[in-house]
């Protein structure tokens, strides 16, 4: 028997092999007054029918000043969440609800809870990555562009736990020498790259950069000659010297890098399986053409938040957004 979508959780419908995709998805797109938010790890063909292309933080920002009726968020599922945290009043659709993260999936909240009610003095920083549950759980929010400006607000003596991912926070006590309890979560495709790959690759390419996300892990941050989040990245590559990068985040982000530099070579830093050239996220790449269509069609996959969670994740988000008004 042929699933049903709600259990799919995408709309699994055949469209006409002769559709133009890009057509039908602006001409529902204005009918509807939809805005389209995609994360730089999408595929490039999702990337280029966006309204808007960012990092997590750009694209909260986005989702909360919008006059769009609806946001079609292509990205993960906890990216949709921010965006209806922020506006409850709009319809916020995600073209298939199975596009979680690994990262918020290391970070249950009943153990987290837990973990926060044994630790009474400790404010609570929380990565974006998260669940709504787990944000209404947290002091303030922040995403590796503004993780250091938000957890510098705090007073040196201020007692801080960090969640859920370890290899930021490592690296964000190196920056800050503060010694903050970390959870213990990771991204299962930043901590993927081989540094033993990466190094041959640097052999074969000596003039080229190493850039790499800081959810790696900290042997491959410290061969980096540069680390921050995915704006932060394609940034550096428009306007360091180097015309030659090996990027150590999701294949996606060299959609942007090779159109806003041409003329510069950007090499995909490989994970340990030996058969694959890039790493990218299986989540990210679940959202396709069809399934953006099919979703402004039937207005459906819908994302939405209890009311109780979220006024209390309303909260951190917010203050996140407030505590990062000037960028870094
Ligand atoms: P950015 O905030 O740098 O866009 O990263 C989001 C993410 O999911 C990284 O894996
Ligand atoms: Fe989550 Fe990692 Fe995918 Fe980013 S790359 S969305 S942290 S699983």
Not at 59 to 74: I, N, P, W, Y
Request: net charge negative; charged share 25%; with cysteine.
């Amino acid at each position: 028997m042929k699933k049903k979508w709600k259990d799919l959780g995408y709309v699994d419908e055949p469209v006409p092999e002769k559709i133009d995709l890009v057509k039908e998805i602006r001409k529902l797109r204005e009918e509807k007054n939809a805005v389209i938010l995609a994360h730089f790890y999408q595929k490039p063909e999702v990337q280029d029918i966006a309204d808007f292309i960012g990092d997590s933080l750009d694209l909260s920002r986005k989702a909360a000043d919008t006059g769009a009726d609806v946001v079609l968020f292509a990205g993960v599922h906890f990216m949709a969440e921010t965006a209806k945290i922020l506006s409850p009043g709009k319809k916020v659709l995600i073209p298939d609800l199975n596009a979680g993260c690994s990262l918020a999936d290391s970070c249950p909240p009943d153990k987290f809870e837990m973990f926060k009610k044994t630790h009474p003095a400790h404010k609570v920083v929380t990565y974006v990555n998260t669940s709504a549950a787990i944000k209404a759980l947290s002091d303030v929010c922040c995403t590796s562009t503004n993780a250091l400006q938000i957890i510098e607000h705090f007073p040196k003596d201020q007692p801080l736990i960090f969640a859920p991912d370890r290899n930021l926070g490592q690296y964000l006590n190196s920056l800050t020498g503060r010694n903050m309890l970390l959870w213990d979560g990771a991204c299962l495709v930043h901590e993927e790259f081989s540094l033993e790959r990466i190094l041959e690759l640097k052999e074969e390419h000596p003039a080229a950069k190493i850039i790499s996300h800081p959810e790696c892990q900290q042997p491959l941050r410290l061969v980096s000659d540069f680390i921050g989040s995915t704006s932060a990245l394609l940034k550096f590559t428009q306007q360091d010297s180097a015309t030659s990068f090996i990027v150590a985040t999701e294949s996606g982000i060299l959609h942007q890098m090779q159109q806003a530099s041409p003329q510069k070579t950007f090499i995909p830093a490989p994970p340990n399986d030996s058969t694959c050239a890039c790493n990218d996220c299986e989540f990210m790449k679940m959202h396709d053409l069809k399934k953006i269509y099919l979703t402004l069609k039937y207005d459906w996959p819908e994302v939405t938040v209890k009311e109780n969670i979220r006024t209390r994740a309303e909260e951190p988000v917010r203050r996140m957004l407030d505590w990062s008004q000037t960028p870094q």
